[in-house]
C-alpha cells in the first residue's frame, strides 16, 4: 500500500465526526464522478472536459487529516490545534500529491486497507482550496479518489483549468422525475417528517423518483430546500436523513440526497409539490 506522509496545514476547523457510517449518495457526488468517469475514458473530448471542470467547480471534497498540539514559537504563543494533510506517492508517475476523496465513505474505505497507527479525520475543501494546499506543501496537485479514479490533478492542469469557462451541466432532458408509489413512499415521507421537524436549515422537502442518465431504473431522491452552510449539508443533513429511512427502502436500494440548488432539485421544486414545508411561528 501507498505510504502516507503529513505535512503540517493551517486550516480553521474540522467537521464533526459520524458514528453512522453508511452509504450517502448525493447528487453532487454522482454527477461529479459521472462527469470524472466519462472524462477518464475520452480525455481528449473537450465537451467531456467541460462538464468534467464545471462539476469540479462545485465539488467539496474530503481530505483526511491528522491533528496535533500547535508548537509554540516566539512568533506563535498560542496554544492550538495542527492540521497536518496527508500526502502519498502516485506510483503510475511516481510524484507526490494530496490524496481527496469525493466522500468520506470512500475515504474510510482507502484508509482501512493502509496499516495506520494514527487517527485521521476528514476535513471537507474546495478544489481550489485543495491546490492551494497542494502547492504550498510543494507536491504536485490532489489525487482524486485513489485506489478507485487514481486522477491526478496537477498544479500545472489546474493553472490550465482556471482558463476555461464552467458550463451548467445537461437540461431537461438529461433526467426524468416522477412521484413513486405511495407504498412505501408514505413511510418513507413519515420518517422523514420526523428528522426535518428537527432540522432548522431545511425549509421544504421533496421526495420523488429521479432516472439519471447513467442509470436504468427510477431511484429514490430527496430533494430539500436548505439554507445553511454548503460544507456541512452532507454531514448534518443528507446523512442523517439517509439513516433515518434505509429501513423504509426497497430491498437493495440507495437513496440520492440533493437540494434545490442542483438541477434536479431546481426541477423538482418548480414541478411537484413539497412533502415538507416548515412552519415558522412564533418560536421556528
Do not use: C
Not at 492550538?80 to 490524496?99: F, K, Q, S
Not at 412521484?179 to 425549509?203: F, Q
Amino acid at each position: 500500500m501507498p505510504e502516507v506522509e503529513f505535512i503540517e496545514s493551517e486550516v480553521p476547523k474540522l467537521p464533526p465526526k459520524t458514528e453512522e457510517r453508511m452509504q450517502v449518495i448525493s447528487l453532487e457526488k454522482a454527477r461529479f464522478e459521472k462527469a470524472l468517469s466519462d472524462f477518464i475514458v475520452k480525455p481528449i473530448d473537450s465537451e467531456l472536459e467541460m462538464r468534467f471542470v464545471s462539476e469540479l467547480y462545485t465539488m467539496l471534497f474530503y481530505v483526511p487529516v491528522q491533528v496535533g498540539e500547535q508548537t509554540i514559537t516566539a512568533r506563535n504563543r498560542k496554544p492550538g490545534l495542527r492540521l497536518d494533510v496527508a500526502t502519498m506517492t502516485y506510483l503510475a508517475d511516481g510524484n507526490e500529491y494530496v490524496p481527496v476523496f469525493s466522500s468520506p465513505d470512500r475515504m474510510d474505505s482507502f484508509l482501512r486497507e493502509m496499516d495506520r497507527n494514527i487517527e485521521l479525520r476528514p476535513m471537507v475543501l474546495s478544489a481550489k482550496e485543495l491546490m492551494f494546499q497542494a502547492r504550498r506543501v510543494n507536491v504536485a496537485g490532489i489525487l482524486v479518489n485513489p485506489g478507485e479514479h487514481n486522477f491526478p490533478l496537477s498544479n500545472e492542469y489546474w493553472s490550465y483549468v482556471k482558463q476555461i469557462r464552467p458550463i451548467e451541466l445537461g437540461d431537461g432532458r438529461n433526467f426524468k422525475l416522477k412521484i413513486m408509489s405511495r407504498d412505501p413512499a408514505a413511510r418513507i415521507e413519515n420518517k422523514l417528517k420526523s428528522v426535518l421537524k428537527r432540522m432548522r436549515t431545511v425549509k421544504k422537502a421533496w421526495l420523488l423518483g429521479v432516472k439519471l442518465p447513467e442509470h436504468d431504473e427510477y431511484e429514490y431522491v430527496i430533494i430539500v430546500e436548505y439554507i445553511g452552510e454548503k460544507q456541512k449539508f452532507e454531514e448534518q443533513v443528507a446523512r442523517k436523513l439517509a439513516v433515518s429511512v434505509r429501513g423504509q427502502l426497497p430491498y437493495r436500494s440507495d437513496v440520492l440526497i440533493g437540494t434545490t440548488e442542483d438541477l434536479v432539485g431546481r426541477s423538482a421544486s418548480k414541478n411537484f409539490t413539497p412533502f415538507y414545508e416548515r412552519r415558522i411561528g412564533l418560536f421556528g
